[in-house]
């Protein structure tokens, strides 16, 4: 073989390497490019699916919360009045409209507002509200025994509203851990 020979196949070779390179490099980059442009779209889906998410959290904690904090004030001075251990604490006159309402109304204006927005609250805050309405369910037969004529200091009736307003916080606590928001 001679030198011009060797010299024209490495010529050759070369030009065959350096097209083989283009086009294996171009074909990477368009592979790698599609790979990335999927993954970006797949985390922009996430985002936007957990800001509806998180929008969608936020709109149930504030009807939630506006009725688990009616009920609270109800039974705060409910506690209040049978206790009546101090004028400075609120009675159940001067509550509005909205919170002046027997437990079973309260019952049921909190167990609908739930049944509505209950996609959008996790499983612990789910299990707080079971509790809280085992606890109301007691206040139930309650008031029905006070109306009745039986002394609320005679059932220690301020212990249920107390224990209530205490459910009433840890489901507070806990829709608020649901937002990711510290409870103070």
Known sequence: MRLSDLLTSGVLFSTLSAILGWWVKSRLETSIKHE????????KAE???SEVLHAERVSSFKELSDKLIALRRYCKAKSAEIRNESEFEPRTDSLTAAEKKSLLSHYEVVNNTLDEKELFISAQSRERFQELFQQMSLGFNLELWVDGGTSPEELNAHELYDLVVQRVNAILESLYADLGFPFT
């Open 47 to 49: 985002q936007k699916r």
């Open 36 to 43: 990335y442009d999927r993954l970006l779209e797949a985390v």
